[in-house]
Structures are given as structure tokens and as C-alpha cells.
């Protein structure tokens, strides 16, 4: 019976930590998009398309691409160069953790999609 017993609570601690890692991924994706999202918005303001963009904070076009489609990650260099290119400056603003933007169910698993491309969602392996 401690076998069981054992086993269960293995698993459970098992599903609770692929949760943890999944939501730490999950709002690394957000925390970029966001980033990603506004300085498109400021490039698209100053006509500069992403080509440009790249030359213009000394990287490749593909190393853009790449952040776009998620499958690179930003990083502070990368923001502070995009900063003085852009002119701006970007602000952090913690706000409670309960606090949610509103996300359409397609942008979540477009988001999803990306994260873990060729494999099971979450909810789909806690169903099984």
C-alpha cells in the first residue's frame, strides 16, 4: 500500500512540477511577444521594416525572424540596442500576479504552438 501510495504522490509532485515548468515557459513566450509586439509597432511607426531593424542594431534579419517566431529568445542586449535604435526607453511595471491581459484562446495556442511544437499540451496530458 506505501508502493501506491508512493507512486501517486511521485506523479502528482511529477504533473505539478511539468505545470511549474510549462507556466514559466508560457509567460517567457508573453513577456517577449510583448516586447516583440511593441517594438514592432514603434518600427512600423518609423517606416524601418525588420531588414533594416537588424542592420541597424547589428545583427541579422534572421536572428529577427528567429525572436519573432519564438524559436530565439530575447535578451537585454538585444532591448537596450532596439532602445537606442527606437529612440524610447521601456518601462517595467510590476502588477499583481492575479492580474491577467485578456488573450484570445487562439492567440494562447498559437502561443502553445510554438512553445511546444510536435508534442502534447498540458491539459491534453492531465486528461490522459
Not at 511521485?10 to 509586439?37: A, C, G, P, W
Not at 537606442?84 to 495556442?109: C, G, H, M, R
Amino acid at each position: 500500500m506505501k508502493s501506491k501510495n508512493k507512486d501517486i504522490s511521485d506523479l502528482t509532485k511529477n504533473i505539478i512540477s511539468k505545470l511549474d515548468e510549462y507556466d514559466i515557459k508560457h509567460e517567457k513566450q508573453v513577456i517577449m511577444f510583448r516586447f516583440l509586439s511593441e517594438i514592432e509597432r514603434l518600427a512600423d511607426e518609423r517606416g524601418i521594416n525588420r531588414k533594416t531593424l537588424a542592420k541597424l542594431i547589428n545583427t541579422s534579419a534572421s536572428y529577427l525572424t528567429q525572436l519573432y517566431r519564438g524559436t530565439k529568445p530575447l535578451n537585454i542586449e538585444t532591448i537596450a540596442k532596439l532602445q537606442k535604435v527606437l529612440d524610447v526607453k521601456f518601462e517595467i511595471i510590476a502588477t499583481p500576479s492575479n492580474w491577467q491581459p485578456s488573450v484570445s484562446k487562439s492567440t494562447y495556442k498559437e502561443i502553445e504552438s510554438q512553445l511546444y511544437p510536435n508534442s502534447m499540451s498540458i491539459p491534453s496530458i492531465i486528461q490522459c
